[in-house]
């Protein structure tokens, strides 16, 4: 039994290939999850280990990327959005055993991709600074940041890439792939920052800038490599020249799973970027310690991420099949996983919340706000799983339009009103806006769960 666990494992890290709509459920589900969970423990080593290097500078520049990262959401929201239209359609087709079909709709979001983030990139790159005035950010914090600011957004090129063609390898089931990718991208973040940071031998000490330049040299090599894999004869998905050319059809079929889906997750985003609005009110220590706390719970949210992506996977390839009653058990039996992932992790990070801050940041006033955010996220941690689950599932079926409401309804009728209510108006600061934060989440498991249990999701078309 031990032998077979080892070998499964093994298989699920090396890619290897199986048709994950005649497996059994459990094995298609490991063989998708661990990948996609390592994967994104990766992305969260990078997010604590670019903390921890920045944060020795000082808390204004730990501030600006803390500012700076809640604009970027956005840009992340859209490559996300975009993301989960050729995961949703590569899967389909993929079960619909129709590789050629699975490589029109990859290259077309590619071309989608590079197109939006050019119209990012040029207005972030020329009023950075007016846009961490307006995140709230002190005139110390700009002058030491806007450089940052420049350099993510002129370069949100590769952020959008990652994303897009990550979602393509998700979707053929190749996770193995997307985790390479982001390794290879992560590994080499880490091992720049400080050197562009602090300075080594002729390489000067640019500061809070050289984080932005690691980051962009280390995705810029991930996204030369997934064009290297994507390209290789070893992929399930064929790009023909066809796939290079405009094809109006396949970009509307595209742009109508993309377009909510971005929305989806860019009300998500925005609903963050009001939330640090407000958490900037209270001085550069509260967003700081705030900072630092985000950090940590998305150091262990991403893995799970990683189990969502292997539901919306497992469901998109499963009704390519035909098979949407095996969709719907493979996702309980994820849900499941993910709820006691979560109830661990609820209760360490509330038990360690003051080791676990101070080991990022020193200002007391900061490893205080921190302290606060960190218990109060840990109270409902739960409910970010078990939420996550669900409309990863609808997404991967291709309704991107259910989630998109839901992430609507309880993050800006909810979570943003409420944050502003209690963290201004009864003076509860940091601690009152992420009490916002675990109350809309609450909600949004109970509706996602509902809609899901309906079962619409399995009559939707790509």
Excluded at 44 to 55: K, Q
Excluded at 161 to 169: A, E, I, S
Excluded at 194 to 214: H, S, Y
Excluded at 243 to 269: H, K, P
Aim: proline content about 3%; aromatic content about 12%.
């Amino acid at each position: 039994m031990r032998r077979k666990i080892w070998t499964l494992l093994g298989d699920a890290i090396r890619g290897k290939q199986f048709d994950l709509t005649a497996i059994s459920i459990p094995k298609a589900i490991v063989l998708l999850a661990i990948p996609m969970m390592l994967e994104m423990a990766m992305e969260s080593i990078f997010a604590l280990v670019d903390t921890y290097f920045v944060g020795r500078i000082g808390t204004e520049a730990l501030t600006t990327i803390g500012l700076t990262e809640v604009m970027l959401t956005l840009v992340y929201s859209v490559a996300i959005g975009l993301s989960t239209a050729p995961m949703a359609m590569v899967a389909r087709f993929i079960g619909e055993k129709n590789p050629a079909q699975a490589g029109k709709a990859a290259g077309q979001a590619i071309l989608l991709g590079i197109f939006v983030s050019l119209l990012v990139a040029v207005p972030g790159f020329i009023y950075a600074e007016d846009l961490l005035a307006l995140m709230g950010a002190s005139e110390a914090v700009i002058k030491q940041g806007v450089g940052y600011t420049r350099i993510m957004f002129a370069t949100n090129v590769v952020i959008m890439l990652l994303f897009v063609v990550n979602g393509v390898f998700r979707g053929a089931g190749e996770a193995a792939k997307a985790m390479r990718v982001l390794w290879l991208a992560n590994g080499i973040n880490i091992v720049l920052d400080p050197i562009f940071i602090f300075g080594l031998g002729p390489i000067p000490a640019f500061g809070v800038e050289g984080a932005a330049i690691a980051t962009s040299i280390g995705r810029g090599v991930g996204v030369a490599y997934q064009l290297y894999l994507l390209f290789g004869d070893k992929s399930v998905i064929k790009m023909g020249a066809k796939a290079w050319l405009i094809d109006w059809v396949m970009q509307q079929r595209i742009g109508r799973i993309a377009s909510t889906g971005a929305f989806q997750y860019l009300i998500a985003s925005a609903s963050w970027v009001f939330l640090m609005r407000i958490v900037a009110g209270f001085g550069d220590a509260a967003v700081a310690g705030y900072t630092v706390a985000i950090r940590l719970i998305l150091f262990t949210m991403l893995p799970a991420w990683g189990l969502a992506n292997a539901a919306a996977t497992f469901v998109g390839q499963s009704l390519g099949a035909n098979q949407p009653e095996r969709a719907e058990r493979g996702v309980w039996v994820t849900l499941k996983i993910t709820a006691i992932y979560f109830g661990v992790l609820s209760i360490f990070y509330f038990f360690l919340a003051r080791p676990l801050v101070q080991g990022f940041v020193e200002e007391a006033r900061a490893v205080s706000y921190g302290i606060n955010a960190l218990q109060a996220f840990a109270i409902g941690y739960v409910f970010f799983g078990v939420g996550m689950i669900p409309v990863q599932a609808l997404n991967g079926a291709g309704d991107t339009r259910t989630p998109m409401w839901l992430n609507f309804i309880c993050f800006w009728l909810i979570e943003i009103p409420l944050g502003f209510w209690l963290g201004q108006e009864l003076g509860y600061e940091v601690k009152g806006v992420v009490s916002a934060v675990v109350i809309a989440e609450v909600v949004l498991s109970a509706l996602a769960l509902w809609f899901f249990a309906r079962g619409k999701w399995k009559e939707t078309t790509v």
